[in-house]
């Protein structure tokens, strides 16, 4: 059999190709109790959750399946439940209980939707842009609708639809496998169809990130952060919000991220790899290098910051050995 080594060896992949056949290969051969193999080749598995953390979320898992029990072919009670699997890391459990839903529902776009959220969890982003790719055709002749949070936010007001988080996860899967443009696109056409501030500066700051590293100038790419304000009401994504911040120029680098952290491993990855790219496009590859570097070290592995942190090292990597 052709492994990854010999192929790469042999010359016959790009980084991209690469990243397709690694994703393939991982999910063949996990061992028991690994949710994932990161792009550097480690075994990831379900994250440590604070003791009333875990006993919270496997409350309101239990009662999803209960709800389940009742109704057993209800799509949102099936979605529910791998939601709630998933928030307790496992993530591949989530997957096979989407993928037993999409036998009863095929047609039904938000299954496709949160099984891609969770194929780019396991580092399989050539299967989540297909399920995201799917999941936008089934949506585009629907009424949008407000997606309900599973974790709510202070306010508990939901901040994002399903057109915005399919365009929103088809981005980010692009972006991790450094398919800039593409990438841009579908940010695009999230920030688009953004209906609040909070996912307005979510999709702003992808987007731009997805502008400057697909080969866009500052200035060209500048002119998506015209509408971006200090004032803005942000309710939950504030580490996008000050980024964007800082991109502008209206932030000072060091009011971003403390030399402690934040005390959120989510926001020390977001800031962090925030932070990073920011230098990566200003020329400072080492200050970029060693943040994305602490990023993961920092463990977080769900998180999107320590994921696209991961995919600019393996990148890195690649690149040194001579892999485009």
Request: aromatic share 8%.
């Amino acid at each position: 059999m052709l492994t990854v080594a010999i192929l790469r060896r042999m010359g016959f992949l790009t980084a991209t190709a690469l990243i397709a056949v690694s994703e393939t290969i991982a999910a063949q051969r996990l061992p028991p109790g690994v949710e994932a193999i990161s792009l550097l080749g480690e075994q990831l598995r379900a994250p440590a959750l604070p003791a009333g953390t875990r006993t919270e979320f496997e409350a309101r898992l239990a009662e999803a399946q209960a709800e389940l029990d009742a109704r057993p072919r209800d799509a949102d009670a099936l979605i529910w439940v791998g939601r709630r699997t998933a928030y307790l890391g496992r993530y591949r459990e989530a997957i096979a209980i989407y993928t037993r839903a999409l036998a009863i529902h095929p047609n039904d776009p938000r299954l496709y939707r949160h099984r891609g959220h969770r194929w780019i969890t396991v580092r399989e982003f050539g299967r989540a842009i297909s399920d995201l790719n799917r999941a936008a055709r089934l949506a585009r002749n629907q009424p949008d609708a407000v997606e309900p949070d599973g974790i709510p936010n202070a306010r508990g007001i939901p901040t994002s639809t399903l057109w915005t988080n399919i365009t929103y996860h088809l981005g980010l899967a692009h972006y991790l496998r450094g398919e800039f443009t593409q990438a841009a696109q579908h940010f695009g056409e999230c920030r688009t169809h953004a209906g609040n501030p909070d996912m307005v500066v979510a999709a702003t700051y992808w987007h731009y990130l997805a502008q400057r590293r697909g080969g866009a100038s500052a200035a060209d790419a500048r002119e998506l952060l015209e509408h971006i304000r200090a004032d803005m009401d942000i309710i939950e994504n504030r580490s996008y919000h000050r980024l964007l911040l800082l991109f502008k120029g209206l932030l000072p680098l060091d009011s971003i991220l403390p030399a402690g952290g934040t005390g959120s491993q989510l926001e020390d990855a977001t800031l962090g790899y925030g932070v990073a790219v920011w230098h990566l496009m200003e020329g400072r590859e080492q200050q970029a290098m060693e943040l994305f570097r602490r990023v993961l070290a920092g463990g977080n592995w769900p998180a999107f910051g320590y994921l696209a942190a991961e995919a600019e090292v393996a990148r890195t990597i690649n690149r040194e050995r001579g892999i485009r």
